[in-house]
């Protein structure tokens, strides 16, 4: 025989219900791609010019979006072509004829789960000096989208702001806690006011 609910308990499972499938996907929403390492490592000083860039990420990364230049202290872009994605790999190759300096490869990739991050690798060529960061008045966020409020998550590395905001799912989250609970208290005072405080329609099931 079916279990009929009553309207504040069928209420109650409702929101709890709803409460439920909100909290489950926050933890893997912001489990976003990190860079695991990188050719050119950050702060390496190279004695030979490289013939690519190539990074590797915690995750299959997705193949729009994506865009990286390595660039010397005067803002020439060395790149010498697109970004090549292979599941956690994003590989670029470089020009001939890089000279003894220093250098940032500013990448920009979309994680799989769709947020954009961005940083910045920074290395050296022969005797050249380390380029310092925005030494040509560029950042991570003018090159490619401003990252402005981005929290770190790996060296050189930035979460960009997109996707669904914090604020909006603890908000959502609290909404759906506040109608459990006010769910909660009519049964209970629904209990109370019934003789004996019994659930006349729970006994009637």
Known sequence: ???????????LLGAFLTLCALLLPVTPAFAHDQLLSSTPEAGERLESPPSEVVMEFSGNVLTIGAAVIVVDEEGRDWAAGEPELDGTRVTVPLEEGMTDAGFEIRWRVVSSDGHPVSGI?????????????????????????????????????????????????????????????????????????????????ADAG
């Open 1 to 11: 025989m079916p279990v009929v609910l009553s309207r504040p308990r069928a209420l």
């Open 121 to 201: 690798i920074p290395f050296t060529l022969g005797d050249g000096e380390p380029l310092a960061q925005g030494d040509d008045g560029a950042t991570v966020g003018a090159e490619q989208g401003d990252s402005t409020g981005a929290g770190d998550t790996a060296e050189g590395q930035t979460d960009e702001q997109g996707g669904v905001p914090r604020a909006v799912l603890v908000g959502v989250i609290g909404a759906a806690v506040a109608t459990a609970a006010f769910a909660l208290t009519v049964l209970v005072r629904r209990r109370r006011a019934r003789p004996g405080g019994t659930d006349s329609s």
